[in-house]
C-alpha cells in the first residue's frame, strides 16, 4: 500500500476518475465497502475508460490481478482512476487504481487495483475492431 498525493500534474485527458461517497448499504458486517460493491466500482470505471478510447459499445471479458489491500469505510470516498493499459485489435486492458479519500482532511490512501479486459462489440454482440479516434462519429 502506498499514500497517494493528489497528483494535479497528471494528464486528465488520459486519466477517468470518479468519487462514490460509501453508504451504510455499500458496508459489510464490518462498516466499510463490501469487496463487492468496489469490484463493482471498479468495473464501471474500466467501461468508462475503455467506451471513451475506444469509442465502441464494449462488453467486460476479465478481471486480472484484482487486489482489495485496505479497507474503506463508511464515509469516505472511495475514488477509481482508469488509465489505458494496453489496447489489442478489438480489445483493451484498462488498469484501474482504488483510493480511499477522507472528505474532511482530503488525505488519500490506494487501496485497491486491479486490470480490466474489455471488448468492442457491434449490434449483434460480435467482437468488432477498434477503429482510430479520430474516424468515430462525434455526433452523440
Given at each position: 500500500?502506498?499514500?497517494?498525493?493528489a497528483d494535479r500534474?497528471?494528464?486528465r485527458a488520459d486519466v477517468t476518475e470518479r468519487?462514490?461517497?460509501v453508504l451504510p448499504g455499500q458496508a459489510n458486517h464490518y462498516g466499510t465497502l463490501f469487496a463487492g460493491q468496489a469490484l463493482s466500482l471498479m468495473?464501471?470505471?474500466?467501461?468508462t475508460a475503455a467506451s471513451r478510447h475506444a469509442r465502441h459499445d464494449m462488453v467486460l471479458t476479465g478481471v486480472d490481478t484484482l487486489?482489495?489491500?485496505?479497507?474503506v469505510p463508511v464515509g469516505s470516498l472511495f475514488v477509481t482512476q482508469a488509465r489505458l493499459q494496453r489496447r489489442g485489435r478489438s480489445s483493451v486492458t484498462i488498469a484501474v487504481t482504488g483510493i480511499c479519500e477522507n472528505p474532511r482532511s482530503g488525505h488519500r490512501k490506494q487501496v485497491a487495483q486491479g486490470q480490466f479486459r474489455l471488448v468492442a462489440v457491434d449490434p449483434d454482440g460480435r467482437?468488432?475492431?477498434?477503429t482510430d479516434r479520430s474516424s468515430a462519429d462525434e455526433n452523440p
Open positions: 500500500m502506498q499514500d497517494v498525493a500534474q497528471t494528464d468519487a462514490d461517497l468495473a464501471s470505471a474500466a467501461f487486489r482489495l489491500d485496505a479497507p467482437p468488432q475492431p477498434i
